[in-house]
């Protein structure tokens, strides 16, 4: 259950890790779902006979990773008071350890700043992608959000 967060109290937390998400699994059925939402279907990713047999199984691909933030955030907190949130970009994203067929990933944050803009405040959150049984996350990421209350 997501942690629960007053709009005002959000720049008390700056430098704070927020909170971790449930783990997830990424299995074939949604690696392949992404291909054909996205058109790239690179064999390393959809073609699971020769990735068996040249690497050991297919990998996620890594925009699908990133694109499990905002549904793994969700896990973690819900901030009170916010009538609309804006993803706003990324500052820097590096996938650093391929996500196999099958395995679990998981969502941990910390709050790096957060500033007023455009009316509301500008969220940036260092979010990492980590798999279950590694040490190395998959995906690190600093994401920007504008959030607004009421």
């Known amino acids: 259950m997501a942690r ?9 937390l700056e430098g704070q890790e ?37 690497m050991g199984g297919t990998i996620a691909h890594g925009y699908l990773t990133l694109s499990l933030i905002p549904y793994l955030s969700s896990q973690i907190v819900e901030v009170e008071g916010v009538v609309r949130g804006i993803n706003y970009g990324c500052n820097k994203v590096r996938f650093s350890n391929p996500v196999k067929s099958g395995a679990r990933v998981r969502l941990r944050q910390k709050l790096l700043t957060v500033e007023p803009r455009a009316g509301g405040l500008q969220v940036v959150i260092e979010a990492a992608i980590e798999i279950e049984g590694e040490t190395r996350a998959a995906c690190v990421a600093e994401t920007l959000a504008l959030i607004y209350d009421k």
């Open 18 to 54: 927020i909170g971790v998400s449930d783990w997830l699994e990424v299995d074939q059925a949604r690696i392949d779902s992404f291909a054909a939402a996205t058109g790239d279907r690179q064999w390393i990713h959809v073609d699971v006979e020769r990735a068996n047999r040249e």
């Open 4 to 12: 629960t967060i007053a709009f005002a109290d959000l720049k008390s």
